[in-house]
Antibody, heavy 117, light 106 residues
Framework: EVQLVESGGGLVQPGGSLRLYCAAS????????MNWVRQAPGKGLEWVSY????????LYADSVRGRFTISKDTAENSLYLQMNSLRADDTAVYFC??????????WGKGTTVTVSS | DIQMTQSPSSVSASVGDRVTITCRAS??????LAWYQQKPGKAPNLLIY???SLRSGVPLRFSGSGSGTDFSLTISSLQPEDFATYYC?????????FGQGTKLEI
């Protein structure tokens, strides 16, 4: 069964850092383009970041560029999102998703990040 | 960035009704559009891709149409499990923006 499981979320103070993890099973992250998408409480979906198969092409939303870093660990078969300089408006559920033929066809259940003092 | 505008923001309907949700892009996105369904506390689920292609396993009562800037999602006969929030997303160019969502309520 193809599965993505996020972890690493939690409560962090403004200006702090968190590293999110997305463990893959039933698929190899190195074989697919991958995305992070977030959803603030009661709000819609926001695309956050993209990595192509080998990590050679990486893209970010303007709202996180310069603060967030996406990466893959093929040995661990995982996707990561390093989040620095966190702000209150980064509070959201963060989903990792596989991108297949332009669309996100496999999603994790999400991990919750709360930025608050 | 390409802006995606869905309408309506919410709609009330009954089991058996036919419902159509529209999505307008701020510029031509060809047919690079997806529709997702999301239920409370769950991840989004891909329903339609390339504007009108039904993902395998998705019931035939769901259909999508459109190209260019104007798109729609139609549910031909609402079932109880269809009450959820629906999002369109363009994948023509990054950032791959979503519409604001349409909440389908009983």
């Amino acid at each position: 069964e193809v599965q993505l499981v996020e972890s690493g979320g939690g409560l962090v103070q403004p200006g702090g850092s968190l590293r999110l993890y997305c463990a893959a099973s039933g698929l190899s992250v190195s074989d697919y383009e991958m995305n992070w998408v977030r959803q603030a409480p009661g709000k819609g979906l926001e695309w956050v970041s993209y990595s192509n198969r080998d990590g050679g092409i990486i893209l970010y939303a303007d709202s996180v560029r310069g603060r967030f870093t996406i990466s893959k660990d093929t040995a661990e078969n995982s996707l990561y999102l390093q989040m620095n300089s966190l702000r209150a408006d980064d509070t959201a559920v963060y989903f990792c998703a596989r991108r297949f033929s332009r669309y996100m066809d496999v999603w994790g259940k999400g991990t919750t990040v709360t930025v608050s003092s | 960035d390409i802006q995606m505008t869905q309408s309506p923001s919410s709609v009330s309907a009954s089991v058996g009704d036919r419902v159509t949700i529209t999505c307008r892009a701020s510029q031509d996105i060809n047919s690079w559009l997806a529709w997702y369904q999301q239920k409370p506390g769950k991840a989004p689920n891909l329903l339609i891709y390339d504007a009108s292609s039904l993902r395998s396993g998705v019931p035939l009562r769901f259909s999508g149409s459109g190209s260019g800037t104007d798109f729609s999602l139609t549910i031909s006969s609402l079932q109880p499990e269809d009450f959820a929030t629906y999002y369109c997303q363009q994948t023509n160019s990054f950032p791959h923006t979503f519409g604001q969502g349409t909440k389908l309520e009983i």
